[in-house]
Nanobody, 114 residues
Framework: QAQLVESGGGLVQPGGSRRLSCAASGIIFSVYAMGWYRQAPGKQREWVATITSSRSTNYADSVKGRFTISRDNAKNTVYLEMNNVKPEDTAVYYC????????WGQGTQVTVSS
């Protein structure tokens, strides 16, 4: 059974950095496009970044130049490096896997506040 487990969330000061991880199991990780989404309180879930099986990456304009998505196929893990974070980055961050079937993680809370 497919499972995505996020970790790395927490409280971050504005301008700081944080790395989120998402460990996948039950899927052939290397063929999946992996992504990160986020949902702020009272808002719809929004796409943040995607990395394909060939390691092509795309980012939402709101995080471009600050966030970096990467993957380690040997560890079945996708990462989101968040730099120069802003209060508006506060959200629950969800891991997403897509290859025909789609899977979601349970989310990890990131709060940006001084």
């Amino acid at each position: 059974q497919a499972q995505l487990v996020e970790s790395g969330g927490g409280l971050v000061q504005p301008g700081g950095s944080r790395r989120l991880s998402c460990a996948a199991s039950g899927i052939i990780f290397s063929v999946y496009a992996m992504g990160w989404y986020r949902q702020a309180p009272g808002k719809q879930r929004e796409w943040v970044a995607t990395i394909t099986s060939s390691r092509s990456t795309n980012y939402a304009d709101s995080v471009k130049g600050r966030f970096t998505i990467s993957r380690d196929n040997a560890k079945n893990t996708v990462y989101l490096e968040m730099n120069n974070v802003k209060p508006e980055d506060t959200a629950v961050y969800y891991c997403h896997a897509a290859y025909g079937s789609i899977y979601w993680g349970q989310g990890t809370q990131v709060t940006v506040s001084s």
